[in-house]
């Protein structure tokens, strides 16, 4: 069965480093998403992309933030600064079309360490 | 704006015994998507069960059911039969429309369940 891959699992890194969360949605899909989840909190939505753009963002989706597709496979979150309070569990999602009655798809999710 | 409440941040149940695990939403669309997600405590999201809007019927999912009230706008999940394994936090979410006309999910705060032996 196709799935939602994530690399890595676990990235710690320094305060002010960038980082790149790297994602792989399912092939035929052309919607992807990414959703953090601090530790203890609920899932929140960042971003939504389709067409080689950005469709939406919520507000914790600052200017620190970008996505990319460099690719034909690969969905990337690149975080340009990262603060301590990045610290979260990142899920990318993918969904074939916006109208689908079926799920997003996520992916395992990277967890995200700042230090 | 949409919103999904879960009021059980923790749940005891005995293994091999039925639980629910409640869900209210509250939303203005007349079309929307109710779903329940499994997150074990290694952080993946696991899909569970998904409730349309227009669904006749209640979702089944082997052993687990949503007990869905529209009118009540409550979709609480039905965990038959509880094993083990099911220990985790559970999350309820509804399906969001953005103005591009794609969508997001709304997550509630979640429900950790925990099977005793």
């Known amino acids: 069965e196709p799935e939602v891959t994530q690399t890595p699992s676990h990235q710690v890194t320094q305060m002010g480093q960038e980082v790149i969360l790297r994602c792989v949605p399912i092939?035929?899909?052309?919607?992807f998403y990414w959703y953090r989840q601090i530790l203890g909190q609920k899932v929140e939505f960042l971003v939504s992309f389709y067409n080689n753009e950005i469709s939406e963002k919520s507000e914790i989706f600052d200017d620190q933030f970008s996505v990319e597709r460099p690719d034909g496979s690969n969905f990337t979150l690149k975080i340009r600064s990262t603060k301590l309070e990045d610290s979260a569990m990142y899920f990318c999602?993918?969904?074939?079309?916006?109208?689908?009655?079926?799920?997003?798809?996520f992916g395992p999710g990277t967890r995200l360490t700042v230090l | 704006a949409q919103k999904i409440t879960q009021t059980q941040p923790g749940m005891f149940v005995q293994e091999k015994e039925a639980v629910t695990l409640d869900c209210t939403y509250d939303?203005?669309?007349?079309?929307?998507?109710l779903f329940w997600y499994k997150q074990p405590s290694s952080g993946e999201m696991i899909f569970l069960i998904y409730?349309?809007?227009?669904?006749?019927q209640n979702a089944t999912e082997g052993r687990y059911s949503l007990n869905f009230q529209k009118a009540r706008k409550s979709a609480n999940l039905v965990i038959s039969a509880s094993q083990l394994g099911d220990s985790a936090m559970y999350f309820c979410?509804?399906?969001?429309?953005?103005?591009?006309?794609?969508?997001?999910?709304?997550f509630g705060t979640g429900t950790r369940l925990k099977v005793l032996a």
């Open positions: 999602a993918s969904s074939r079309t916006p109208a689908s009655a079926s799920e997003q798809f």
């Open positions: 092939s035929n899909h052309l919607y």
């Open positions: 939303t203005s669309d007349p079309s929307y998507g």
């Open positions: 979410a509804m399906r969001e429309e953005l103005t591009s006309g794609t969508y997001k999910y709304i």
């Open positions: 409730q349309g809007s227009y669904d006749q």
